[in-house]
């Protein structure tokens, strides 16, 4: 493999190892080994140099330096022998020098290739925002403003400085993306099913009889007794065919976890 080198002009060049871990190898070109030279002028951060590489900072979990623990300032010097480690377990809400810790539920910002994802998301009751015609400095604002996990295919999204936690999700397949995302980010804890509108995001709360009757068809009204409404967009919902469909789903998701 040719040796990685840092774009930054001027000073005497130098060198340092790296050596990635896990699911950071798949940020490197195919069949390149997960240890590799680094050639560098200047002062680079570690930051700086794990991105150089290709990999997004959001999906790094620790760093060592010499068998010790540094954040992403650190910055580079000559025969530095360095490891860095996926984000693993309960990572949003461990201490760490890379990141502070997350606050509050997980939520989330979705970039415009994963539709099916957020739906799928709201359906297990994760507050998470999308729109077909955002632009990746709405979803870095929407990360940085709102503290909000980007969800992305495009792994120069989560390069974005004012993007801290987020994830590459891999996988095309909208059910082996939930369950990559679940895994992730260890948000079995956090799933309330049925808790979210999958249409606008909005929160879905119990309504009386009587004020679903003014909307519903007649006969929807006489067969179900139990109605919602989501308080957004006000759609109303009942537990029909569709929810005997989105329960299977759901447990096909629960199941993965048991």
Same mark, same amino acid.
């Given at each position: 493999?040719?040796?990685?080198?840092?774009?930054?002009?001027?000073?005497?060049?130098?060198?340092?190892?790296?050596h990635?871990?896990?699911?950071?190898?798949?940020?490197?070109p195919?069949?390149?080994?997960?240890?590799?030279?680094?050639?560098?002028?200047?002062?680079?951060?570690?930051?700086?140099?794990?991105?150089a590489?290709?990999?997004?900072?959001?999906?790094?979990?620790?760093?060592?330096?010499?068998?010790?623990?540094?954040?992403?300032?650190?910055?580079?010097?000559?025969?530095?022998?360095i490891?860095?480690?996926?984000v693993?377990?309960?990572w949003?809400y461990? !201490? %760490?020098?890379?990141?502070?810790?997350?606050?509050?539920?997980? =939520?989330? /910002? *979705?970039?415009?290739?994963? #539709?099916? @994802?957020?739906?799928?998301?709201?359906?297990?009751?994760?507050?998470?925002?999308?729109?077909?015609q955002?632009? !990746? %400095?709405?979803?870095?604002?929407?990360?940085?403003m709102?503290? =909000?996990? /980007? *969800?992305?295919?495009?792994? #120069?999204? @989560?390069?974005?400085?004012?993007?801290?936690?987020?994830?590459?999700?891999?996988?095309?397949?909208?059910?082996?993306?939930?369950?990559?995302?679940?895994?992730?980010?260890?948000?079995?804890?956090?799933?309330?099913?049925?808790?979210?509108?999958?249409?606008?995001?909005?929160?879905?709360?119990?309504?009386?009889?009587?004020?679903?009757?003014?909307?519903?068809?007649?006969?929807?009204?006489?067969?179900?007794?139990?109605?919602?409404?989501?308080?957004?967009c006000?759609?109303?919902?009942?537990?029909?065919?569709?929810?005997?469909?989105?329960?299977r789903?759901?447990?096909?998701?629960?199941?993965?976890?048991?």
């Amino acid at each position: 493999m040719t040796p990685q080198r840092d774009s930054a002009k001027g000073g005497a060049q130098r060198s340092a190892v790296f050596h990635l871990h896990g699911r950071l190898t798949d940020f490197l070109p195919p069949e390149s080994p997960p240890s590799f030279p680094y050639t560098f002028r200047s002062t680079p951060t570690i930051k700086h140099a794990v991105e150089a590489i290709g990999t997004p900072h959001p999906e790094v979990g620790r760093v060592l330096v010499h068998g010790r623990e540094v954040g992403f300032s650190y910055q580079l010097r000559q025969g530095d022998e360095i490891e860095v480690f996926p984000v693993e377990g309960n990572w949003l809400y461990d !201490d %760490s020098p890379l990141r502070r810790r997350y606050r509050g539920t997980p =939520r989330f /910002v *979705l970039d415009v290739h994963l #539709g099916t @994802l957020t739906r799928r998301l709201r359906l297990l009751g994760f507050d998470s925002l999308y729109s077909n015609q955002f632009q !990746d %400095s709405e979803i870095a604002s929407a990360a940085s403003m709102e503290e =909000r996990i /980007v *969800l992305t295919r495009d792994i #120069g999204m @989560l390069m974005w400085c004012d993007v801290h936690y987020g994830c590459w999700v891999r996988s095309q397949n909208p059910s082996q993306q939930v369950v990559e995302v679940l895994e992730h980010f260890s948000l079995w804890p956090w799933i309330r099913p049925f808790h979210r509108c999958t249409v606008c995001n909005g929160l879905i709360e119990s309504i009386d009889r009587e004020e679903a009757k003014r909307e519903v068809k007649p006969e929807i009204f006489e067969y179900y007794r139990n109605f919602y409404r989501c308080r957004s967009c006000r759609r109303i919902y009942w537990k029909g065919t569709h929810f005997q469909r989105m329960e299977r789903l759901i447990s096909s998701y629960t199941d993965s976890f048991d």
